[in-house]
């Protein structure tokens, strides 16, 4: 028959066990449905049916063959990994095995698997390879029931551990079909009997079975004495070490020099630069490479190669510990902090014990001079440099400290010791610096004075000195030099000597600044108005600019200390205003959109910002600023109440008395802008009394006041300010209801001395503000009511509105017809003496032109 018209070959029909007959199709049945056509080759395979417990049982005895392998190599790691594949798979053979019973194999392998891991248990792993076994131990449990049987029958038997892999199999070449279910069952009942280890019958086979067990036992303990000698051998050359994981492992220390090696300065400088060489590339540890350096100090100083080599070495160190963090916004952690200190603690005394040491960064290393002492040493290094580094080290510590932490106090009691080595770098370099390297050393001073508060100069200013009575300490310490005297003589040097824009800037900055902080009001305003650095100080960078920020608040502050508050609302108007105090000072970040900064510029901003310690309280300088701007515009509100053209003369005050008129129930004021809120208020009313309850109680005094240097004085200062205040307010608003009034009345009414109420009223009699005269025989104020009424007011702002529809339209006009501006020039006294449009920019015609 052609194979066309059969389902399979004669090979398959041969074999087949259905023992069905082959059935054939015409040609031309349907050709949707005819079997695929297969080639020669694959014709010639056999398919073979397989039972799903084979199936099993071949995932199994494969698991189980890579368990002894990775036994045999003593991978205990292999071994879990494989042993929980092995438990999943058991678990899908579940069914399988509660109908045909536990395997031997399977049984065999948890024993072989226990007697493995209480061999390995007394060894030496690496620390996971103890974890993988003592899991591994706790997972592989005993068997139950049967299998416990097969287990002792297995410890008895006389089988080698390297039994052949056919023994373990469950017939898995069998080809049987699952129909023959009966004859299946007897061939399977003759395999288990040929498996199963018979039980000895006579004597001589259990003296038989005894000998092969003792032989067994015998074997095992030769082999586990046998790898325990060569462990030792192994051994010999040194112990081992357990490490942990990810650690790269340094097995032996590299020897500084081979032994023998005699030890002169060509030598340690080679061995120097081969250090130098590693610096910077990929994989180098650096903490190694300090303690290298560091050994080369010891092995120098040892062999007496002199101060030159040291110091050069010593260079090297600071730089390598500055170098341990590759990234910019880490900081030094303060065991590395603490050695950098004392590194330069101790190459400061080498110098200043050495004066034949001569370093520089203009040294070039083929003119160095470290050992022939006939002539003076030359190290090539700079060692302002170091400390300008060290002293950015620090400020970055102090950045990424929490400023509400002990730790924050106790790195900044490390600033003593930063100031002392800068100090020692000043009078060194004083002595052998050049004059920028004085300049650039000056600055660093200046900067750690600039911002403290010189409390015992001010106490020596309140109490006349008294030298009986003054122990020895106190005597010691009066006699140090001032800090306004130390200020002085650094910042002149550097106006002098400097030559770069920058380190004067800097100077003039914190020179200032100091004087304000001392209420050196005018030494201060003056300064500022002669270098004129608000007119090109925008194009300063961005530190600079943070610094002039700082200063010009400060400045602000010191004017509203001496009562000045014009100038005090002035000097804070453009910080104030802008709503960004906190960032224009360098004291944090305000939340923008991530279109106006990513995370880099992020990043920089963050390197820029001002330690805690240096911070201004950002609510003193609000409250300074509002507390000023309410003692000018609330006496101007009253004088101009009816004036179209009033102007705002502080735009945030205007806001929050707005944000204060628009809440719908009015409780107690909490905060200190409500504080100030409500004292308006009551100023507007000509109440001074209610105003200064707002402006000072201990509410206030604890979140602003108390915070000044001279508090009682400040307090005193506002409480004059607004009885003053209010009594111009009470002449603007009730000016128009009095005819005449005494100012003994007035005296009364606001607790000022006669003289002042005299002073304030014939100051605005002078400046026009108020219409009235003074009759000094009765000491009273007379009222001249020239003061429009209110039908007049709303006639004079119709006007003005007029005025400037009809200036809006002629500009209009004249712009169609091309003569902008021209038809007021001939005017006899010009648009409104030329006021008006032209004065704010318009275009002005050449006088040759003709007008119409």
Request: charged share 30%; glycine share 6%.
């Amino acid at each position: 028959m052609s194979r066309f018209f059969t389902t399979g070959s004669d090979s398959e029909s041969e074999s087949s066990l259905s023992g069905e007959e082959l059935v054939t199709k015409p040609v031309g049945g349907n050709y949707g449905k005819q079997p695929l056509l297969l080639s020669e080759d694959e014709e010639d395979t056999k398919r073979v049916v397989r039972s799903a417990k084979d199936k099993r049982f071949e995932e199994l005895t494969n698991l189980i063959r890579t368990i002894r392998n990775a036994m045999k190599i003593r991978d205990v790691t292999k071994c879990l990994e494989e042993f929980e594949l092995l438990g999943k798979a058991y678990g899908k053979a579940k069914s399988i095995v509660d109908k045909e019973g536990v395997p031997r194999f399977y049984i065999r392998i948890l024993a072989d698997l226990e007697d493995y891991l209480n061999e390995s248990s007394d060894e030496d792993e690496d620390e996971d390879g103890v974890s993988a076994a003592a899991f591994l131990k706790k997972k592989s449990e005993a068997p139950s029931g049967e299998s416990r049987k097969f287990l002792k029958k297995m410890e008895d038997d006389e089988e080698d551990s390297e039994d052949s892999e056919d023994d373990e199999d469950w017939d898995t070449g069998s080809t049987s079909s699952d129909s023959d279910s009966e004859e299946e069952e007897g061939k399977q009942t003759v395999l288990a009997s040929r498996f199963l280890k018979k039980a000895p019958t006579t004597e001589e086979d259990k003296k038989a079975a005894e000998k092969k067990r003792e032989d067994k036992a015998k074997k095992k303990h030769d082999r586990k004495s046998k790898r325990l000698d060569e462990e030792e051998e192994d051994n010999e050359g040194g112990e081992w070490e357990r490490v942990r994981g990810g650690v790269p492992l340094v097995k032996e220390k590299p020897k500084m020099f081979a032994k023998g090696t005699e030890i002169t300065h060509a030598v340690v400088i080679k061995k120097l630069n081969e250090i130098l060489q590693a610096r910077g590339k990929k994989g180098t540890d650096r903490a190694a490479q300090i303690e290298l350096l560091q050994l080369l100090v010891q092995i120098a100083s040892e062999n007496n190669l002199g101060e030159g080599v040291i110091v050069k070495i010593k260079f090297n160190i600071i730089a390598s510990l500055y170098d341990y963090n590759p990234n910019l916004a880490t900081y030094m952690k303060p065991e590395m902090w603490q050695k950098c200190l004392d590194c330069i603690n101790e190459l400061m005394d080498i110098l200043f014990a050495n004066p034949n040491i001569f370093v520089g960064e203009n040294i070039l290393e083929e003119s160095e001079n470290l050992h022939n002492v006939d002539q003076p040493l030359r190290v090539r290094g700079c060692i302002l440099t170091l400390v300008e580094r060290m002293d950015e080290e620090f400020t970055k510590i102090m950045q990424n400290t929490d400023p509400h932490s002990q730790e924050y106090v106790e790195h900044l009691k490390d600033e003593a010791q930063v100031c002392a080595i800068i100090e020692r770098v000043q009078r060194y370099l004083e002595e052998k610096g050049t004059t920028e390297e004085v300049c650039r050393v000056y600055l660093r001073r200046i900067l750690h004075t600039y911002y403290k508060f010189d409390y015992k100069a001010h106490q020596r200013q309140l109490t006349p000195p008294e030298g009986s009575s003054k122990s020895e300490q106190d005597q010691a310490e009066n006699e140090g030099e001032d800090s306004a005297v130390l200020m002085e003589r650094l910042c002149k040097y550097i106006y002098a000597k400097d030559r770069t824009d920058r380190i004067r800037t800097c100077a003039i900055l914190c020179h200032i600044y100091h004087h304000a902080l001392h209420s050196r009001w005018y030494q201060a305003r003056d300064l500022m108005l002669m270098s004129h650095l608000q007119d090109n100080i925008q194009h300063a960078d961005p530190p600079v600019q943070i610094l002039y920020n700082r200063t010009m608040v400060q400045l602000g502050i010191c004017a509203f200390r001496q009562g000045l508050t014009k100038d005090a609302h002035n000097a804070l108007l453009d910080i104030q205003s802008s709503g960004r105090a906190k960032e224009l000072l360098g004291q944090g970040l305000l939340l923008r959109s991530l279109q106006e900064r990513n995370q880099e510029q992020e990043k920089v901003e963050r390197r820029r910002q001002v330690p805690f310690h240096l911070h201004i309280n950002l609510e003193l300088l609000e409250c300074v600023y509002l507390v000023s701007a309410m003692l000018l515009e609330i006496p101007y509100m009253a004088a101009h109440e009816s004036d179209a053209r009033r102007r705002m003369i502080s735009k945030q005050f205007h806001h929050q008395l707005r944000v204060g008129e628009r809440q719908p129930l009015l409780g107690p004021p909490e905060s200190m802008r409500e504080h100030v809120v409500a004292a308006s208020k009551a100023m507007k009313m000509g109440d001074w009394k209610t105003c200064h309850s707002f402006i000072i109680n201990e509410k206030m005094n604890g979140k602003v006041w108390d915070l000044f240097p001279e508090a009682d004085k400040v307090r005193a200062m506002l409480v004059r300010k607004i009885q003053e205040e209010s009594l111009r307010t009470y002449l603007f608003t009730y000016s128009s209801v009095y005819d005449s009034i005494s100012m003994e009345t007035l005296s009364d009414m606001f607790e000022l001395d006669l003289p002042t109420v005299h002073s304030i009223i014939s100051k605005m009699i002078i400046n026009e503000e108020l219409m009235a005269s003074l009759d000094q025989p009765t000491q009273t104020v007379v009222m001249h009511r020239t003061e429009p009424t209110a039908q007049q007011n709303l006639a004079l702002q119709l006007a003005e509105k007029l005025g400037s529809l009809v200036e809006n339209n002629e500009r209009v006009f004249d712009h169609k017809q091309g003569t902008y501006g021209g038809y007021f020039r001939d005017q006899k006294d010009g648009y409104r003496k030329n006021e008006g449009y032209m004065r704010r920019g318009g275009y002005r015609q050449p006088q040759s032109q003709t007008a119409y």
